[in-house]
């Protein structure tokens, strides 16, 4: 999903990007692969934020600035390019709208702004459902997560402006073995295999995460969106 959400940003050498919440880098390093005009990494988590940015030493095209994705201290109109992953989707719905607006404010006219968040399906989904995947998801990742429905994506970036022009869609088989190795790699998945076995507390938490992710398999999705500042 995330090398479909760059291939819809079209992401090229005059571009100026911007993502939110870096962490690791993973698509920061996809991102630069790219050879942009410049990338900025806006991560609130001060740790992740010195981490990225001691990574990244050696791109001068590169900086990360330790802030939030709601107030970024950027100038307006300074983006053509705005990308954030699996962030939206733990922050509450007057949260999540205020992070669309601050990417609608940085973007520049005709700039594109790529998300990749947690979703439920259908469309049609009635609320009590609604309300129980989400308490029992937070329950479990100890994280307020409230995932939405695509409808309800493309909603909440239309208020703030936008106009969705492309969106994809994937299974959630985020702790299935075959997508742990495709995303991981082989060596990488021993080493998940040898930390999950010998430590007891967070294997618990874990499989609890993956028996929520297999009892609404068919609930939940992930959506990648890319929407356009008109």
């Known amino acids: 999903m995330t090398v479909k959400i760059i291939a819809g940003l079209q992401v090229d050498g005059k571009d100026s990007i911007v993502e939110f919440a870096p962490g690791m880098g993973y698509t920061a390093s996809l991102l630069l692969a790219k050879k942009p005009l410049s990338y900025t990494g806006i991560e609130l988590n001060e740790e992740a934020a010195t981490r990225l940015q001691h990574k990244i030493t050696t791109t001068p095209v590169a900086t990360i600035i330790n802030a939030s994705a709601s107030k970024t201290g950027l100038p ?17 719905d007057q949260r999540k709208s205020e992070i669309i607006h601050e990417a609608f404010r940085i973007l520049k006219k005709g700039g594109l702004y790529g998300i990749h968040e947690l979703g439920l399906t259908p469309d049609t989904l009635d609320q009590n459902s609604k309300d129980t995947i989400q308490r029992e998801l ?6 307020n997560a409230r995932p939405l429905t695509k409808k309800e994506w493309c909603l909440l970036l239309e208020r703030e402006g936008f106009k969705v022009k492309e969106v994809f869609s994937s299974p959630m088989h985020l702790l299935r073995p075959g997508r742990l190795l495709s995303d991981e790699g082989f060596f990488r998945v021993l080493k998940i295999g040898f930390n999950v076995i010998t430590h007891p507390k967070e294997r618990k938490r874990i499989l609890a995460m993956r028996n929520i992710f297999q009892k609404y398999n068919r609930q939940m999705t992930a959506f990648g969106i890319i929407a356009e500042k008109p």
């Not at 705005?82 to 733990?90: R, S, Y």
């Not at 937070?138 to 994280?143: L, P």
Request: glycine content about 4%; overall charge positive; charged content about 20%.
């Open 76 to 92: 307006d109109s300074c983006a053509t390019k705005v990308i954030g992953e699996a962030m939206l989707t733990m922050q509450a």
């Open 138 to 143: 937070a329950k479990t990742i100890r994280v």
